[in-house]
């Protein structure tokens, strides 16, 4: 069962492969409460607070995920990358199945509401977050919050001394909300043909 919003907008082109997800999960340090929505064109969205599950990936996560990524960029970074920037981050159709070894590759975590793909975000080895999407129904909820928590006790579990990560100019002031310092702007970041203009940033872990 596909567990993002509708409408699903990319139309993914392989299923990902049928196996369950990691034992792992963790209650969000957000307040308990029943979930606050509005109905505005036929989608849900939520208010603050709400209920925040984070937990594990698993290649079921696939198709949600990629949902969120494609919701998150379409809809939110829209405001500050072009039209065809966004195209070029985030294009029509997927492969679920490369998707879903990415996603496996790095510590991935999955942030739920009410059992549905709400955003993910990622940590590598070496300390690369890489990813942090929330999907554009979730904004303000408390999701990618709760994301950069499970990331950084991760990555404190694995003794990096570190996080890096490259981030947009959409969700740059998050980072920084997040303790997160720039370092520098990268005024070229190539992606399908299209320049992103994005920012290192870096949190420390002492």
Same mark, same amino acid.
């Given at each position: 069962?596909?567990? &993002?919003?509708?409408?699903?907008? =990319? ?8 196996? %369950?997800?990691?034992?792992?999960? %963790?209650?969000?340090?957000? =307040? ?12 849900? @969205? ?23 990524? @494609? ?21 029509? #159709? ?13 510590? #991935? +975590? ?6 549905? *793909?709400?955003? /993910?975000?990622?940590? #590598? ?7 942090? @999407? ?8 408390? *999701? ?6 499970? $990331? *950084? ?17 959409? &969700?740059?002031? &998050?980072?920084?909300? /997040?303790? +997160?310092? $720039?370092?520098?702007? !990268?005024?070229? !970041? ?17």
């Amino acid at each position: 069962m596909n567990s &993002a919003w509708p409408p699903a907008r =990319p139309t993914p082109t392989t299923p990902p492969p049928p196996t %369950s997800p990691p034992a792992q999960s %963790s209650e969000a340090p957000v =307040p308990e409460a029943d979930p606050a929505r509005v109905s505005r064109r036929g989608r849900v @969205f939520y208010r603050a607070p709400v209920s925040v599950v984070v937990r594990g990936y698993g290649p079921e996560d696939a198709e949600g995920t990629w949902e969120a990524y @494609f919701r998150a960029i379409r809809d939110t970074a829209s405001k500050d990358y072009s039209p065809e920037q966004v195209a070029a981050w985030a294009p029509e #159709t997927v492969d679920l199945v490369q998707w879903n070894e990415r996603r496996s590759a790095a510590h #991935t +975590f999955v942030a739920t509401i009410e059992g549905r *793909v709400a955003g /993910f975000s990622d940590v #590598t080895d070496d300390g690369l977050l890489d990813m942090l @999407f929330v999907h554009s129904d979730a904004g303000g909820s408390g *999701v990618a919050r709760a994301l950069v928590g499970a $990331v *950084v006790a991760k990555a404190r579990e694995l003794g990096l001394a570190q996080l890096r990560t490259h981030a947009s100019r959409t &969700a740059m002031p &998050a980072f920084k909300r /997040f303790g +997160f310092e $720039v370092e520098r702007a !990268n005024p070229d !970041n190539w992606i399908r043909g299209e320049n992103l203009p994005n920012y290192d940033m870096c949190l420390k872990l002492d």
